[in-house]
């Protein structure tokens, strides 16, 4: 069964420390992505990445980073964390090409105060 | 840049009823438009896919359909159940990757 798998459900931080989001999928997917979800926004895009060590900036990335080093793995990083980052963080992860399912994680809800 | 509207944002049936929820993008130069269901706290899951090319798809009590020259697809469920409770969202694919999404429409089917 296909699984993308966030390791992190509830996280709670201070600001300005460094927060990191892990995801791993198991079905050899050359594309992965970061999304955050917060009401009335949808959906909003912070990084994908579509080759191990390759990333891409999405529609939010202020005051994000990644990291891919294994194909398996990508991970989010809050450089700084700041209250305007709490959300829902979700990571998903496609098949090269055309006409590719995305499969998304259970999401990872961070809260920073 | 692509936008992707929902409407309606939430919608309350009886058990049993068809019904239909829209979406609609401003810009036709799609690849794909694919339609989720997520339900409370949880990931998406996706439901179906279309293909550019394509003019619907069907799964179980699924359909959905896509008009890309006029920037409308809408998504069928026949007979609801409670079980089909969840939020659904559409997205479209405007390179092979890269996914604009809808808000959502909040979908309650009551007993």
């Known amino acids: 069964d296909v699984k993308v798998t966030q390791s992190s459900r509830y996280l709670v931080k201070r600001t300005g420390e460094k927060v990191f989001l892990e995801c791993v999928q198991d079905m050899d997917h050359e594309n992965m992505f970061w999304y955050r979800q917060d009401p009335g926004l949808g959906l909003r895009l912070i990084y994908f990445s579509y080759d191990v060590k390759m990333k891409e900036k999405g529609d939010i990335p202020e005051g994000y980073s990644v990291s891919r080093e294994k194909k398996e793995r990508f991970s989010l990083i809050l450089e700084s964390a700041s209250t305007n980052q709490t959300s829902m963080y979700l990571c998903?992860?496609?098949?090269?090409?055309?006409?590719?399912?995305?499969?998304f994680g259970e999401g990872s809800w961070l809260t920073v105060v | 840049k692509q936008e992707v509207t929902q409407i309606p944002a939430a919608l309350s049936v009886p058990e049993g009823e068809n019904l239909v929820l829209n979406c609609s993008f401003t810009d036709s130069a799609i690849y794909n438009l694919q339609w989720f269901r997520q339900d409370p706290g949880k990931g998406l899951t996706s439901l179906l896919l279309i293909q550019s090319s394509q003019r619907e798809q069907t799964s179980g009590r699924l359909n959905a359909s896509l008009d890309k020259s006029s920037g409308r697809s809408t998504l069928y469920i026949a007979a609801s159940q409670p079980g089909d409770s969840a939020t659904y969202l559409c997205a479209v694919a405007g390179t092979a990757s890269k996914l604009t999404f809808g808000t959502g429409t909040r979908l309650q089917v009551t007993l």
């Open positions: 998903a992860s496609s098949g090269q090409g055309l006409g590719n399912t995305i499969y």
